[in-house]
């Protein structure tokens, strides 16, 4: 199977090699995915190979000028895809090919091996175009799904990636026959540090994106064979668990002084479904500023005496970020065993006048 310099011109048959790409499977619902690459063996080329057979797909589009000075950019109002390419399934590291898994990059926490991601070298059209090249896993949106937060979590820092350069990751949707996208959600990936660093992305599941294809993944744009790279690992696709909260458990209304400089108590409740005990303290934010709890030791107690211990966290209000007018925040963290939470409660600011 050929996979370089297989372009297809036009729109047309943009929406024709879409089609291939995105069909929507019938079956599954979304799932968890992780991986760390640790299993996986560099410079094996082209399909098959470790990222291919883990399902990593690939697809190129060539803009006209270069979309990331674009206001709107990831969706450039100045540039127009010139060609697109693909769907094919992702080589691993060889010449021409878009990405790789790589030695020698990785942290105390990324281990031995990690991703390379860059853009596509082997298209000539660098010589006039912005070439763009994503790598993706996808997955299709059931009725199911809908209501569900996924949150698509990843460590990465900058490789050579050099002028006129752009990179992101991110999540997207596809409708199913006009295969418009209807939902996106990036992290710009084109000033990181040199650094580790762990990142977030979160995509609520709206009754509108049933039936819609689920990308997630890392893009990289260059031209003029300009260098892309962003190194990237430990990824995680996982469902977020809505969570009770209750900011204030003596409040009703929960007024907040955003000017105050004491504390605001925030509760996880327990409930059938769920042990706030399981919650991890040391991982809890809150508030628009993701404030960490002020108190070395959470509380555990039964806040809303239904007969089940309950998680309690203090927060100084001024690390929370909470100002006048906001009407709610909300609570994340994770479980002990790793699994992402969220809770949102109302506010009712006070004393701002
Ligand atoms: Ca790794
Ligand atoms: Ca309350
Ligand atoms: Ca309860
Ligand atoms: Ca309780």
């Not at 460590?155 to 991110?170: C, Q, R, V």
């Not at 990289?220 to 300009?226: E, F, H, K, L, V």
């Amino acid at each position: 199977m050929l996979h370089k310099n297989y372009y297809i011109t036009g729109l047309t048959a943009l929406v024709v090699s879409a089609a291939i790409a995105f069909a929507p499977s019938s079956s599954a619902a979304l799932t968890t995915y992780s991986q760390d690459f640790e299993a996986m063996t560099p410079l094996q080329g082209w399909p098959p190979n470790d990222l291919s057979d883990d399902g990593w797909k690939i697809f190129g589009f060539a803009w006209d000028a270069d979309p990331y000075t674009d206001p709107t950019y990831p969706n450039p109002s100045s540039a127009n895809i010139v060609f697109s390419y693909g769907p094919f399934d992702a080589a691993n590291g060889a010449p021409g090919s878009i990405q790789g898994v790589a030695t020698g990059e990785g942290g105390p926490d990324q281990g031995n091996v990690v991703l390379n991601k860059f853009s596509d070298y082997n298209n000539t059209a660098q010589d006039t175009l912005y070439i763009q090249a994503d790598t993706y896993q996808t997955q299709t949106i059931t009725a199911g799904d809908v209501g569900s937060l996924w949150r698509f979590t990843y460590d990465a820092k900058i490789g050579n990636l050099e002028a006129d350069s752009s990179a992101f990751a991110y999540i997207q949707t596809i409708a199913p026959i006009t295969f418009f996208q209807t939902a996106l959600v990036l992290n710009d990936s084109t000033n990181l540090p040199d650094t580790w660093g762990t990142y977030t992305l979160d995509l609520f599941i709206s009754p509108f994106l049933e039936g819609n294809s689920l990308l997630f993944g890392f893009s990289a744009t260059s031209t003029n064979y300009n260098g892309s790279a962003v190194f990237y690992d430990n990824l995680s696709f996982v469902k977020v668990f809505f969570v009770t909260i209750d900011i204030k458990p003596d409040s009703q209304t929960n007024n907040i002084n955003p000017g105050s400089k004491g504390v605001i108590a925030v509760s996880v409740l327990t409930s059938e479904d769920f042990d706030a005990l399981q919650v991890d303290p040391d991982t809890v934010l809150f508030g628009p500023a993701y404030a960490e709890k002020a108190h070395t030791q959470a509380h555990v107690e039964d806040v809303d005496n239904d007969g089940d211990m309950d998680l309690q966290l203090h927060f100084k209000t001024q690390e929370t970020g909470i100002q006048c007018g906001d009407t709610e925040a909300t609570l994340t963290g994770n479980t002990w065993g790793g699994t992402p939470i969220i809770g949102i409660d109302s506010v009712n600011t006070v004393g701002c006048e």
